[in-house]
């Protein structure tokens, strides 16, 4: 079952669908499938409880597909792409897949220590970590963006930041909501004279990989003090534990600001702001700013590492922190097959599932080389 499409609040305080958002981009002609549900209205609380399948699932606690025909996998690592495999594991018929949504580093260790089939991570690996999972490769297999989510009481959806003021509000640079940089770009919104508090993933995260990555590209002294990781030091600000504990911390904490993935914003009822694209455009996050951001790709290299952080001005439209997630798997397994039919219906009949979560399909182009990968794999 597709999960109900997540509503986001417009402008005007109304809630649009992410299908209706989907269609305005012209985004819902999938490969292998195509959504063609009504618009709903639908609660928020109706939403979660229809798109977070198995919301509670632990790292080596079982769920299976009610009609799974034989074979199991079991993966672990990013918290990003969790709502998207929670719907795989409800979905896909043909195997029992098991999924610990522990972090993109302890995913990447997993499938390092073999203890797992696949990993699954939001950053590609370093040749470090290539090395060390000795005769790996990573697929990219799902897209989406990653929100920045505020906590600022009597402030609406849609505020307005900027790549540089995010990156002197992590630095410790801008400490108060209504700093003048904030308040000159935001006319007409009341600010408080409330203390800003960065909050940021204190395990290994590939969230944490992309949102860097997005400042070190916008900032020159981020990119000389802090740089581009997964759990990198922060010069400031409180740390939570994988996606649901940087959320919980944004949501108890009275000016509070951090990054996580669209789908649990939405989940949590975030605020979330418009960040300003290359283009100059202050854009929300979601399957229009995705789509436009991959529209930037034009060859996947060797190793399947692909970057949209960022994208050029001629992306008018584009959400400036996307990312591509990748499924990290040995090339000889002697799950082989069951790996190479799961990983093949993720990536093509299993993207449908993905755009109510705010995940953009695969663009074909990443299709294809996908493929290629998966025909790679042996036993």
């Not at 990993?119 to 963006?145: R, V, Y």
Request: charged share 15%; glycine share 10%; aromatic share 10%.
């Amino acid at each position: 079952m597709i999960p109900a499409p997540f509503t986001r609040p417009s402008p005007a305080g109304h809630h649009v669908s992410a299908h209706r958002e989907a269609r305005d981009f012209d985004a819902c002609a999938i490969t292998n499938g195509v959504i063609e549900e009504k618009e709903k209205r639908v609660s928020r609380r109706t939403v979660i409880a229809a798109a977070i399948v198995a919301a509670s699932l632990v790292f080596g606690a079982s769920f299976a597909a009610a009609s799974s025909t034989g074979g199991s996998l079991k993966g672990a690592g990013s918290t990003f792409v969790f709502p998207l495999v929670s719907q795989w594991q409800a979905n896909y018929k043909n195997a029992q897949i098991t999924y610990g949504s522990v972090g993109s580093g302890a995913g990447i260790a997993a499938i390092t220590a073999r203890t797992v089939d696949f990993g699954a991570s939001d950053a590609p690996l370093s040749k470090d970590q290539f090395a060390a999972c000795k005769g790996c490769e990573q697929i990219p297999w799902a897209l989406s963006s990653t929100s920045v989510p505020y906590n600022v009481p009597g402030v609406s959806y849609g505020l307005r930041l900027t790549g540089k003021i995010l990156a002197n509000i992590y630095l410790g640079h801008i400490t108060k909501w209504n700093n003048s940089a904030i308040k000159k770009i935001n006319p007409g919104v009341k600010l408080p004279d409330l203390k800003i508090t960065p909050v940021f993933r204190s395990d290994g995260s590939g969230t944490s990989w992309n949102f860097t990555d997005y400042l070190s590209r916008v900032s020159p002294e981020w990119k000389s003090k802090v740089g581009v990781g997964t759990q990198p030091s922060f010069p400031t600000g409180i740390g939570g534990k994988g996606s649901s504990g940087l959320a919980g911390v944004v949501s108890r904490t009275d000016g509070a600001i951090g990054y996580v993935d669209e789908a649990y914003s939405l989940k949590n009822g975030f605020k979330v702001a418009r960040i300003q694209n290359r283009a100059g455009v202050f854009q929300l996050p979601g399957l229009g700013g995705i789509k436009a951001a991959a529209a930037t790709i034009h060859r996947v290299p060797s190793n399947g590492a692909l970057s949209i952080v960022n994208p050029p001005k001629s992306q008018k439209r584009a959400y400036p922190i996307c990312t591509f997630t990748y499924v990290i798997v040995p090339l000889k397994s002697n799950k082989a097959a069951t790996l190479k039919q799961f990983i093949s219906w993720a990536i093509t009949g299993g993207q449908k599932y993905g755009m109510p979560l705010q995940f953009y399909p695969l663009p074909k182009l990443v299709q294809t080389a996908d493929k290629t990968f998966v025909r790679k794999i042996h036993s």
